[in-house]
């Protein structure tokens, strides 16, 4: 296919709204609900929140301003974009790749936590996760992700809902579900969180995420909250390009940019709400890791009234969250094929989708097997699944990030910038922007890489 040509079989939004919901989709997963609390938790509270929050703002919002705009001006996925606007041979186009690469990678650790918690929404249902104290809780989680056989399955059910989604196209595919699901959603944190309030760890749960000790935030810990920033965001990886791609042509971005960052924040702060005040109810050390919410919700659950039926609910809700990012992963990985290749949706959904599920035995394997728990911990530090999860967002995505703040903010001209800007926006903030991406975020990304490998 030749630049300038889009595939027929691409799509465009049905309304800005769903647009706006899809993407906030993407944003809001299993980086808000699952991952978030943990990290705050392993990385001491407050002093984490807050550089999370500077991350969030000053380098994933503009960054993923660039990305939407960038993509819906030149109605491309990301190999295509940067081809177009910098050469089929430019070494920019790499940036392209690999995003492509790591939407693989994403979704292959992403749908073993989702299959765990399609084990888990069984449990809930058949009362199984309600019994017995902590211990038993937190046994609970090391059989269900140490058994290789479930693990695999619930990945691969996870992936085969995703193709399913995904070749069914974007609109009917991602548009319809993400209006649905997002809300109920938020309605459930809120409800969950009206009841942590009647706790005894309440009160210290809110403390601890609010307790400004920096003295808790080590070296990986910065590079952990700009990390999960981005990821969080769904930036760096041309995802949320891919996205504005499938918008039309004159719709304004800073304004859905701000209002997928706004939700998405509230989302991980209310999660946080809602696991720590049960953490320090239930005498769980919110340094659990990634078992935290696998341990402390069902700890919850277990207590309140019909808990069986709302646990359940609260797992398939966070699938359904699970799934509307996974489709974004899956979408930005096969639209390459659909855009550059010229196959047909159908076609790139399975084979791509074919791919990763073999990429996910690895990590689904990661608790029963010693290949890639123990084996590969003796030798890289870390088991397969750890190693991979750092990997994609600590330094894969950053990376991308800091390569599309470099891209937009010095290598495209300024009149192709500005028309990929929002034009109704007032021109102090496109040059407030400009500023950002060009001498805040490449440096300050770099100095948090320095310290992260160690060099500051
Ligand atoms: N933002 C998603 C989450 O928080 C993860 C994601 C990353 C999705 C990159 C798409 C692309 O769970």
Same mark, same amino acid.
């Given at each position: 296919?030749?630049?300038?040509?889009? /595939?027929?079989? &691409?799509?465009?939004?049905?309304?800005?709204?769903?647009?706006?919901?899809?993407?906030?989709?993407?944003?809001?997963?299993?980086?808000?609900?699952?991952?978030?609390?943990?990290?705050?938790?392993?990385?001491?509270?407050?002093? =984490?929140?807050?550089?999370?929050?500077?991350?969030?703002?000053?380098?994933?919002?503009?960054?993923?301003?660039?990305?939407?705009?960038?993509?819906?001006?030149?109605?491309?996925?990301?190999?295509?974009?940067?081809?177009?606007?910098?050469?089929?041979?430019?070494?920019?186009?790499?940036?392209?790749?690999?995003?492509?690469?790591?939407?693989?990678?994403?979704?292959? *650790?992403?749908?073993?936590?989702?299959?765990?918690?399609?084990?888990?929404?069984?449990?809930?249902?058949?009362?199984?996760?309600?019994?017995?104290?902590?211990?038993?809780?937190?046994?609970?989680?090391?059989? $269900?992700?140490?058994?290789?056989?479930?693990?695999?399955?619930?990945?691969?059910?996870?992936?085969?809902?995703? +193709?399913?989604?995904?070749?069914?196209?974007?609109? &009917?595919?991602?548009?319809?579900?993400?209006?649905?699901?997002?809300?109920?959603?938020?309605?459930?944190?809120?409800?969950?969180?009206?009841?942590?309030?009647?706790?005894?760890? *309440?009160?210290?749960?809110?403390?601890?995420?609010? &307790? =400004?000790?920096?003295?808790?935030?080590?070296?990986?810990?910065?590079?952990?909250?700009?990390?999960?920033?981005?990821?969080?965001?769904?930036?760096?990886?041309?995802?949320?390009? !891919?996205?504005?791609?499938?918008?039309?042509?004159?719709?304004?971005?800073?304004?859905?940019?701000?209002? $997928?960052?706004?939700?998405?924040? +509230?989302?991980?702060?209310?999660?946080?709400?809602?696991?720590?005040?049960?953490?320090?109810?239930?005498?769980?050390?919110? /340094?659990?890791?990634?078992?935290?919410?696998?341990?402390?919700?069902?700890?919850?659950?277990?207590?309140?009234?019909?808990?069986?039926?709302?646990?359940?609910?609260? *797992?398939?809700?966070?699938?359904?969250?699970?799934?509307?990012?996974?489709?974004?992963?899956?979408?930005?990985?096969? /639209?390459?094929? $659909?855009?550059?290749?010229?196959?047909?949706?159908?076609?790139?959904? !399975?084979?791509?989708?074919?791919?990763?599920?073999?990429?996910?035995?690895?990590?689904?394997?990661?608790?029963?097997?010693?290949?890639?728990? /123990?084996? *590969?911990?003796?030798?890289?530090?870390?088991?397969?699944?750890?190693?991979?999860?750092?990997?994609?967002?600590?330094?894969?995505?950053?990376?991308?990030?800091?390569?599309?703040?470099?891209?937009?903010?010095?290598?495209?001209?300024?009149?192709?910038?500005?028309?990929?800007?929002?034009?109704?926006?007032?021109?102090?903030?496109?040059?407030?922007?400009?500023?950002?991406?060009?001498?805040?975020?490449?440096?300050?990304?770099?100095?948090?890489?320095? &310290?992260?490998?160690?060099?500051?």
């Amino acid at each position: 296919m030749t630049p300038g040509a889009p /595939s027929p079989e &691409r799509g465009v939004w049905v309304s800005r709204w769903g647009f706006v919901l899809a993407a906030a989709g993407s944003a809001v997963g299993l980086g808000n609900i699952w991952r978030f609390p943990y990290i705050v938790g392993e990385n001491g509270g407050g002093a =984490f929140v807050l550089v999370y929050l500077l991350c969030i703002v000053f380098l994933g919002l503009p960054i993923l301003v660039a990305e939407l705009g960038m993509g819906r001006s030149v109605q491309r996925t990301p190999v295509g974009a940067f081809q177009l606007l910098a050469g089929r041979r430019s070494a920019w186009v790499g940036l392209g790749w690999l995003g492509v690469a790591v939407g693989f990678l994403l979704l292959s *650790f992403y749908s073993v936590v989702a299959g765990w918690m399609l084990r888990y929404a069984f449990l809930a249902v058949s009362g199984a996760l309600s019994r017995g104290g902590v211990a038993e809780v937190q046994q609970t989680f090391g059989t $269900i992700a140490g058994d290789g056989a479930g693990s695999v399955a619930g990945a691969l059910v996870f992936i085969g809902l995703n +193709v399913a989604m995904v070749g069914a196209g974007i609109q &009917r595919g991602v548009e319809r579900w993400s209006r649905i699901l997002m809300p109920a959603l938020l309605v459930l944190l809120l409800g969950l969180i009206g009841y942590a309030t009647t706790l005894d760890g *309440f009160a210290v749960g809110v403390a601890f995420l609010f &307790r =400004f000790d920096l003295g808790a935030l080590d070296r990986g810990g910065l590079l952990e909250a700009l990390g999960h920033a981005f990821f969080t965001l769904s930036v760096g990886l041309g995802g949320m390009l !891919t996205y504005g791609s499938y918008l039309p042509g004159r719709s304004g971005v800073v304004e859905n940019a701000v209002a $997928i960052v706004l939700l998405d924040t +509230v989302v991980a702060m209310l999660s946080c709400l809602l696991v720590f005040p049960l953490a320090f109810t239930f005498g769980l050390p919110p /340094s659990e890791g990634p078992g935290l919410i696998f341990v402390s919700l069902p700890m919850a659950f277990a207590q309140m009234p019909a808990g069986g039926f709302v646990g359940a609910v609260f *797992f398939v809700l966070l699938i359904c969250a699970a799934l509307t990012s996974g489709l974004s992963m899956l979408e930005l990985a096969a /639209s390459y094929f $659909i855009d550059e290749r010229g196959w047909t949706r159908r076609q790139a959904v !399975t084979r791509v989708g074919g791919i990763i599920a073999v990429l996910a035995l690895p990590c689904a394997l990661t608790g029963s097997t010693e290949v890639f728990g /123990s084996g *590969f911990e003796a030798l890289v530090g870390r088991s397969y699944f750890d190693f991979l999860v750092d990997l994609v967002t600590n330094w894969l995505t950053p990376l991308g990030g800091l390569g599309f703040a470099l891209f937009v903010g010095w290598r495209l001209g300024p009149g192709v910038r500005r028309g990929q800007f929002d034009e109704g926006a007032p021109e102090a903030v496109y040059r407030g922007w400009l500023a950002v991406l060009r001498f805040l975020a490449p440096p300050a990304i770099v100095l948090i890489f320095l &310290r992260g490998i160690g060099l500051l």
